[in-house]
T-cell receptor, first 112, second 113 residues
């Protein structure tokens, strides 16, 4: 069955520390891969996407993600977290326009 | 550039009352449109999607319905709300005939009392 797993429900990091949010998927083929961010009470904003090519993709707000086919993973990273990065992060995967699946989300708290 | 609007932003409705949430997209033509419901700790659940006017596909049997009366307008409705309909409803769009990313509206917080 197709699925997306974000193993970490909640992560706390100190401001200035590095960040890695995990995402694993199970799909019959290599899907398109996305990371979104959601501030409280707001919609989702696209951070970055992977369709094909270079497995390290750069996104907005200093985020990057690496696609690892052998591990079926698409982890999100940022070298130095800012207090404004506190939000909920969603990994999403899809093959067709009508089958995008979202992980349950990881809530990021940033300590001063 | 494209923008997506949703209203109302918040809504409190009694059980058994009707519902109408509206979503409009500007700056693009023939988008795919989507309605999602978000429950705390459970990610997003796709409720409906539409690839054109009058074309609605339902993903989950429920108390809700959707309509697309115009190319860039998507409406989520219910005749009689249930307590379980409470949640955060998100509308999204994507470029038609593509498998690319979806762009989300600001959402509507619905509380059924």
């Amino acid at each position: 069955a197709q699925s997306v797993t974000q193993p970490d429900i909640h992560i706390t990091v100190s401001e200035g520390a590095s960040l890695e949010l995990r995402c694993n998927y199970s799909y019959g083929a290599t899907p398109y891969l996305f990371w979104y961010v959601q501030s409280p009470g707001q919609g989702l904003q696209l951070l970055l996407k992977y369709f094909s090519g270079d497995t390290l993709v750069q996104g907005i707000k200093g985020f990057e993600a690496e696609f690892k086919r052998s591990q079926s993973s698409f982890n999100l990273r940022k070298p130095s977290v800012h207090w404004s990065d506190a939000a909920e992060y969603f990994c999403a995967v899809g093959v067709r326009y009508n089958d995008m699946r979202f992980g349950a989300g990881t809530r990021l708290t940033v300590k001063p | 550039s494209q923008t997506i609007h949703q209203w109302p932003a918040t809504l409190v409705q009694p059980v058994g009352s009707p519902l109408s949430l509206e979503c409009t997209v500007e700056g693009t033509s023939n988008p795919n449109l989507y309605w999602y419901r978000q429950a705390a700790g459970r990610g997003l659940q796709l409720l409906f999607y539409s690839v054109g006017i009058g074309q609605i596909s339902s993903e989950v049997p429920q108390n809700l319905s959707a309509s697309r009366p115009q190319d860039r307008q998507f409406i989520l409705s219910s005749k009689k709300l249930l307590l379980s309909d409470s949640g955060f409803y998100l509308c999204a769009w994507s470029f038609g005939r593509a498998s690319g990313e979806q762009y989300f509206g600001p959402g509507t917080r619905l509380t059924v009392t």
